[in-house]
Each structure stands twice: as C-alpha cells, then as structure tokens.
C-alpha cells in the first residue's frame, strides 16, 4: 500500500523476441536435417544399387566360368575364381546389412500389436534355411508392442545367428519360446553354437563387432546391432546367455500390447 493509502501492484514486462527467434531457429534447423537425412538415405539407396548391379555381374560370370571351364582349370586359377565369388557375395550381404541398419535407424512407423507367436512361425516358413533347419517353437500367443518390419528383421537374424555360429560336425538344435515378465513379453531364441565368452557378450551388439571366437563364420558385424537398435526403439531391451562351446540364449523384451 502506497502513502495515499491506495493498494498498489506491479507489471513484469518479458520480451519474448529472443525466445521466438530461437524457437523458430531450432524449428527451421530441425527441417533442414530432416531434408538433408532423407535426401543422404535416398542417395545412400541409389549408389548402394549402382554398387550391386555389378557385383551380382561379377558374381555371374564366375558362376559361368566356374560351371563351363571349372574342370579344365588348374587348382589354382579355380581357388581365385572362389575367392572372387566369396568376396564379391561378402560385399553385397555387407551393403545390404548396412541399408537394413540404416533403414532401421530412421524407421518411425506407428507401433502396433503383434502375435508374437505368429510372428516367429511365419519367419520360420518364409526363409528357406530356417525353414529346414530344427527349431522347437513353444511360444505364448500374447501379443507385443512394436514395428512389423522391425520386429520380424529382429526374429530373423536372431534364428539366422542360431543355425550359423555352429561348430562344423554338429547339428544345429534350435528353441525359441517365450514368457510374460510383469506385463512385458520375453522372447528367448536358444542354440548348441560355439558360445560367447563372459567379457565378449556386452560388446557383441556393437556396430561391426566381428568376435575373434566367430572369424571362421560369414557375417558383417551388424546382425546383433540391427536387433539391439531396432528393440530400444520399440522401448524393448536385449541381452544374452552364454558358454563357450555350450551353445547361447538370446532374448528381446517388449511391452506386452
């Protein structure tokens, strides 16, 4: 109250200029890198296509030369053709591997519900190799949050890694089943591989992690890592269990839908 015994009051006066002009800033730098994302993945997507086109030629003429001439080669020269078609299959799985990473990153599909069950089974019927391969399924018919996309390249690489990091001689034996954890679902993919040592089963989900105990199978590094990302976007987790030479047990967690 003033002296005249009026009860007075203040005016604060904030100048929001600065605060606009930074928004708007942030607003316009965020589009300009949505553009410039989606103009890197189409170009990524282009050159990946003009760099395959003749790796599969590549590919072709070997097999040409390998199944017209394979017999009249000395052992040599066919030991270089092999190696050829090796490297040249290497490097296209490589960039395929690398799309699908790339494509998992910046994936923002709406999530949905799922039958896990179903998911696994439908995986197994659709690759070939899986599809002649042991696997005991025994998973629940609950149903998950996630990506469709995301999750069946999840389920893939998961059994695909279970039939091949076994030791030569052994019949792969594969389990998957599943179990409700307080309103999340875990998956489990279990094989007779040759294992993961203790301090190999953290880094083993890293981008290019090439264990020295796995440079005899065929892979890139990035199998493991496209699972890993694709279920934390999903807010799912992954992890793993495992021995040496007494095979691993792989898991991925989602919210149950």
């Not at 009860?7 to 730098?29: P, Y």
């Not at 391969?133 to 389920?155: D, F, M, P, Y």
């Not at 998957?176 to 953290?202: A, F, H, Y």
Request: hydrophobic share 40%; charged share 25%; glycine share 8%.
């Amino acid at each position: 109250m003033n002296a005249s015994g009026v009860e007075g009051f203040s005016v604060v006066v904030t100048d929001l200029t600065e605060r606009k002009q930074s928004e708007s800033a942030l607003r316009k730098t965020s589009e300009e890198l949505l553009e410039k994302n989606a103009a890197l993945e189409a170009f990524s997507h282009t050159i990946s296509h003009d760099i395959r086109a003749p790796l599969r030629a590549m590919q072709g003429f070997v097999q040409i030369l390998l199944e017209d001439y394979g017999g009249k080669l000395e052992p040599e020269a066919k030991s270089y053709l092999d190696r050829i078609e090796s490297s040249a299959t290497r490097l296209d799985r490589l960039i395929h591997d690398v799309l699908a990473y790339s494509k998992l990153s910046h994936d923002q599909n709406e999530v949905a519900a799922f039958d896990l069950d179903h998911m696994v089974r439908e995986t197994v019927e659709t690759y070939p190799n899986l599809r002649d391969a042991h696997i005991e399924i025994a998973t629940s018919s609950a149903q998950v949050k996630g990506h469709k996309v995301a999750l069946g390249q999840c389920v893939s690489n998961l059994l695909g890694n279970a039939l091949k990091f076994v030791p030569p001689g052994r019949v792969p034996q594969v389990k998957v089943w599943s179990q409700t954890i307080k309103r999340r679902l875990r998956l489990w993919v279990q094989d007779n591989g040759i294992g993961i040592l203790p301090e190999d089963q953290v880094r083993i989900f890293d981008v290019f992690s090439r264990l020295d105990t796995a440079q005899a199978y065929e892979g890139t590094g990035l199998g493991l890592s496209m699972v890993k990302n694709a279920v934390e976007k999903m807010g799912g987790q992954v992890g793993v269990e495992s021995e040496i030479g007494q095979g691993s047990r792989f898991w991925i967690e989602l919210a149950c839908a």
